[in-house]
Nanobody, 120 residues
Framework: VQLVESGGGLVQPGGSLRLSCAAS????????IGWVRQAPGKGLEWVSS????????YYTDSVKGRFTISKDHAKNTLYLQMNSLKPEDTAVYYC??????????????WGPGTQVTVSS
């Protein structure tokens, strides 16, 4: 299993970014996939996830209404559209996958992460 994130960077408060996660090595349609982040000096925080077999998204409360998770089965790619970004969204964002876990931080497979910095 390989997960590779892209799309991170520096953005001003109120701005937007779209993260992508290219997945390979597993059957995309049978896994739970999502995003976990780690802010500087803090622990891991589950952000959002979705079951590859359907389109029901799940979000942590702090990002509801601002972030949107989506997937493209043809490209085996997961996305996270992040709007109205706040300084507290600054973190390394990890793409995660697991055959059983939908929420939380105990995912089996992890990408290397991409840095998102929200600052003026």
């Amino acid at each position: 299993v390989q997960l590779v994130e892209s799309g991170g960077g520096l953005v001003q408060p109120g701005g937007s970014l779209r993260l992508s996660c290219a997945a390979s090595g597993f059957t995309f349609g049978y896994y739970y996939i999502g995003w976990v982040r780690q802010a500087p000096g803090k622990g891991l925080e589950w952000v959002s996830s979705i079951y590859s077999g359907d389109s029901i998204p799940y979000y942590t409360d702090s990002v509801k209404g601002r972030f949107t998770i989506s997937k493209d089965h043809a490209k085996n790619t997961l996305y996270l559209q992040m709007n109205s970004l706040k300084p507290e969204d600054t973190a390394v964002y990890y793409c995660v996958a697991d055959p059983f876990i939908l929420v939380g931080t105990d995912w089996r497979f992890w990408g290397p992460g991409t840095q998102v910095t929200v600052s003026s």
